[in-house]
């Protein structure tokens, strides 16, 4: 399958129709870091409040990134279907993100080569072992990198929702977080059904 560079303007299926602007407008990701957003302090209430904001826009930026290229490279119709569920997923909750953010003055990264540096790396890395890869091999290792970030997120809403005081934002984040719960179990029951139990024993060349 050679090499892909992670696209957010990417050519679709037409069966697929037509990503949501949001998503047509990121850049792509680039190697090196502009000007990348610090990560959010998490003590006090008012910084837990801006995390949660931060988080959910640095999440929504990773699973898009990811989704298109799994709308790309895979050739399973559900995974792609999957991918590009979770697009809309998060293009759909951007309006709402961006008006809780500017009620609080909160400046949050629009495309991933403004998010937090480490977070950035991360993706770079991912995106480089998940383009080696092709075919059954591609679907599970991106159901699996999805289905951690999913995890990670809902673990880190729980622990700064704890802390934050904004009802908006909390009502937000939590209506947020049961939709990615179920996502997670999509993922699970997709990579069951798209990566055989015999294959996954299998030993690997």
Known sequence: MGKRRLAFVCALALSCGPLPAFAQALPPLQAEPQSPTPQAQTLPAEDADTGLLRLTAEYGIRQIALAQL???ASTNPRVVEYARQIILFHTGIHGSLSELASQKGVTLPQSPNTIASEARTSLLELNGRLSALNGMRFDEAYLDATGGDHRAFVEACERLGAAGNDFK?????????????TQIAQASALARTVVPTAAKTAPRK
């Open 70 to 72: 799994a709308m790309q």
């Open 169 to 181: 934002i909390k009502a937000f984040t939590t209506s947020n977080k049961i939709k990615v719960q």
